[in-house]
């Protein structure tokens, strides 16, 4: 499998794929270590991703350069990245032995009563290429810390990403025959499916976590899916300061180029002050520096995949051709490598492609409404339900359209955004099941009840 570097479209590595007899042969050796994994104290596991959590500091820098090579981020946000997952692995060192301990909910009398939380056994994590460390840990973190064994599919646009997660576990004392990496396309990840695993544990589009579900569903085994998102962003009229606005909603969607589950996806602007949010918003995407994603000052590279200009392309002819108005943007730059300016479309409705499906790139439509009401039916006209931001000076009048939309993480003044203390879910579309906090630790052990007489 070739690895291709979308800032230069050139070949960067070669990596060999798996096939479905070496995926046999890694679970067969994943077997015989996660017993004795799972017989180490937790601490002791605990203690081998401290070791990780060091290591991504100490290798930041082939790291972060090797992630901008094969997805096109800019360097500074590579580091972000790599910060940003350190912080998630230090709230699982510094969480895990309290959630993982065994509880006495009833300690005296002639029937004890407690819970143990046992490991899945061996699972695997499909993963996806935008942020492959943050969603990477997300899963193997925890999962190797409750004692389960780990196969480990990065997605195909995050290869070289994913190997040095590899040597990095292994480097930490993470035993081989605990952590496997397959490595592949699509052909790859359904190997895995095909295997009787303890857990299914996938990132990545609605269209491959619906068939992963249905692929899956017959092994009654735990099937965690965290998918994409079509996330609204609401600012009512109340706002003062709309250049600080427009500025926060700019970045909530052109960040990693758009190309993050939780990004600004459609925006709603209460007519008071939707002229003044559009002129500010158009003014601060013109002066994007779109370019080279190892240069400094580069706020914008290429998109990871080819094949998503042509899609992006499409969602703002579909608008255009329905009457919506191109601000600026949306045109391919003269450039080797997968470039095309961010844009922005007006005069959009629900009729439009570019407000209904996932767009995955630097494109948003603005959308007038006139009332709290208006923009909360519009927030909740969706298939997805990942995040929705409202930005407003009131919390009490924001909390009344948070509180009516079906989503796993709501904003108040602030938007795409992920924090280790609270748990990660998608409803609807957007997944099944929740990563991060307490619950994203229970997330991969299985409790036992012990009834203890005498
Ligand atoms: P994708 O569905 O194309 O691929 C994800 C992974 O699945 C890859 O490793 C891929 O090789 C594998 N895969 C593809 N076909 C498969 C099959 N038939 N069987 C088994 N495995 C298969 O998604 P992507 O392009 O890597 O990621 C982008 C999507 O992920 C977006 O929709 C984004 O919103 C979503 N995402 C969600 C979250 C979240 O936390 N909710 C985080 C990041 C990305």
């Not at 994994?37 to 937790?42: C, E, G, I, M």
């Not at 990004?263 to 709603?268: C, L, N, P, S, W």
């Not at 494109?363 to 039916?377: C, R």
């Not at 079906?406 to 992920?418: E, L, S």
């Amino acid at each position: 499998m070739q690895i291709i570097n979308p800032a230069t479209e050139e070949i960067i590595g070669e990596v060999p794929e798996d096939t479905e007899t070496s995926v046999w042969e890694k679970l067969n050796l994943l077997r015989t270590g996660q017993p004795v994994w799972a017989a180490k104290t937790v601490e002791e596991r605990v203690a081998c991703i401290a070791r990780f959590y060091e290591a991504l500091d100490r290798e930041k820098t082939v790291l972060a350069e090797t992630l901008t090579s094969e997805t096109g981020k800019p360097l500074q946000q590579s580091y972000n990245e790599l910060n940003g997952a350190r912080s998630r692995i230090r709230y699982f060192l510094d969480h895990s032995a309290r959630w993982l301990a065994e509880e006495w909910p009833v300690a005296e009398g002639p029937t004890r009563e407690k819970i143990v939380y046992e490991p899945l056994g061996v699972i695997a994590n499909i993963s996806a290429w935008n942020y492959p460390y943050l969603v990477g840990v997300n899963v193997f973190i925890p999962a190797l810390i409750g004692g389960n064994a780990v196969f480990y599919k990065p997605s195909e646009f995050s290869t070289l990403t994913g190997l040095h997660i590899r040597r990095l576990l292994y480097d930490s004392g993470v035993p081989e025959n605990v952590f496997q990496v397959v490595t592949g396309k699509g052909k790859a990840g359904e190997w895995l499916l095909a295997l009787p695993l303890n857990g299914y544990f996938f990132t990545g589009s609605y269209r491959t976590g619906r068939l992963i579900a249905e692929k899956v569903a017959s092994k009654l085994a735990p099937c965690q899916l965290e998918l994409g998102g079509k996330d609204p962003l609401y600012v009512m009229d109340d706002i003062k300061d709309i250049a600080q606005v427009a500025g926060a909603a700019l970045e909530g969607v052109v960040y990693n180029n758009g190309q993050s589950c939780c990004a600004v996806e459609r925006i709603y602007v209460q007519e008071g002050v939707y002229d003044a949010f559009v002129q500010s918003y158009t003014e601060q995407l013109r002066k994007l520096v779109v370019g080279d994603p190892r240069e400094a000052g580069t706020e914008i590279g290429p998109l990871s995949r080819p094949g998503q200009l042509e899609f992006l392309e499409g969602q703002i002819a579909d608008a255009v051709g329905k009457g919506a108005k191109l601000l600026y943007g949306g045109r391919r730059v003269n450039r080797k490598g997968y470039y095309i300016e961010p844009a922005v479309l007006v005069d959009v409705n629900h009729g439009m492609k570019v407000m209904m499906e996932e767009s995955f790139g630097p494109v948003v439509g603005i959308q007038k409404v006139s009332s709290d009401a208006e923009a909360a039916a519009l927030m909740a006209d969706t298939e997805y339900g990942l995040t929705a931001a409202v930005y407003s000076t009131s919390y009490e009048r924001a909390e009344k359209v948070m509180r009516q939309l079906n989503t796993g993480t709501v904003y108040w003044n602030c938007c795409d955004r992920v924090s280790a203390s609270v748990p990660w879910s998608g409803r609807k579309h957007s997944g099944l099941g929740m990563t991060l906090s307490y619950q994203g630790i229970r997330a991969f052990v299985q409790p036992k009840a012990y009834h203890i007489r005498g």
